[in-house]
């Protein structure tokens, strides 16, 4: 897809200032001209230390859609978190709303 399509709700904070031209959201922008620095990210398989493991999901089926998070400790079970949403929801935002459960839950425990 040569084409990106940015909307006036991606880029509401201004971490993204210089990288992006605020002035021109919601217009496509061809991923050629958005540096390569800025397209992709080095992600750790794991992080230093860490306690636990998060599994999240976000899934529409028979036109429902939801949410779950699945926290390890270890290979141990230490918490599930699954919610329904409304119909109108996409599975983009369930899977957003499942990385905002996985921080409620992190910053609720000080883990």
């Known amino acids: 897809m040569e084409y990106l399509r940015f909307q006036i709700w991606t880029c509401r904070s201004r971490g993204l200032d210089g990288v992006i031209d605020l002035f021109r959201l919601d217009k496509f922008e061809k991923l050629s001209e958005i540096p390569l620095s800025t397209r992709v990210l080095d992600l750790r398989d794991k992080v230093q230390d860490s306690h636990f493991e998060v599994y999240i999901d976000g899934s529409r089926i028979d036109g429902g859609v939801g949410l779950s998070v699945c926290i390890l400790d270890g290979e141990i079970q230490h918490k599930i978190i699954c919610k329904k949403l409304v119909p109108q929801n996409t599975v983009f935002q369930a899977k ?9 839950w992190a910053i609720e425990n000080k883990k």
Not at 97 to 103: H, I, K, P, R, Y
């Open 96 to 104: 957003h709303a499942a990385l905002g459960e996985t921080v409620n």
